[in-house]
């Protein structure tokens, strides 16, 4: 097979120029594997985890393994803030896949899962640099999809029926 050519150190700023392009060109997979490719020579270089996890979280309307392999990421950013502002974005995305794929039980799991977008940017507010909003924003646009798709609700909880014997 053919062997992957490392990057120099001194491509790396151009290289992660190049990923958040891809990114916006809506092709995740080729900005995956630029960050994987800076990763390799600068395993902590956390401007490429972040983009790393948002190029995973762009794929997971069709790729069942990106939600596990970006929650691994997210342990490797060092920053608690953002460990918790990307982890709600991973959450709040994975729910919009969810809800976009429909299916048996949808409504329920987006609901659960925009729950726990919602708890992490709540976090992520507290956390915040001063000036850095972008929690509130993401927290908003939970609530407004919410409110958007009121079907969407939790789970209802059965009562147990009391065992009547003789």
Not at 159 to 164: D, H, K, R, S, V
Request: aromatic fraction near 8%.
């Amino acid at each position: 097979m053919f062997a992957l050519k490392p990057l120099s150190h001194e491509g790396v700023a151009g290289a992660l120029a190049k990923a958040e392009h891809y990114r916006h060109l809506n092709e995740p997979a080729e900005a995956e594997s630029i960050c994987r490719d800076i990763l390799e020579i600068e395993p902590e270089n956390q401007s490429a985890l972040m983009c790393l996890v948002l190029s995973l979280s762009d794929q997971l309307a069709h790729d069942q393994h990106a939600f596990a392999n970006a929650s691994q990421i997210l342990d490797r950013l060092q920053s608690p803030y953002e460990r918790t502002y990307f982890g709600g974005i991973l959450w709040e995305r994975r729910a919009k896949a969810r809800f976009n794929a429909g299916g048996h039980g949808v409504h329920h799991t987006v609901y659960e899962w925009m729950l726990k977008a919602l708890h992490l940017f709540g976090e992520a507010e507290h956390l915040r640099p001063a000036g850095n909003d972008d929690a509130l924003l993401r927290w908003n646009t939970c609530v407004r999809f919410l409110s958007r798709h009121r079907q969407l609700a939790p789970r209802s909880e059965e009562a147990a029926e009391p065992i009547l014997s003789e």
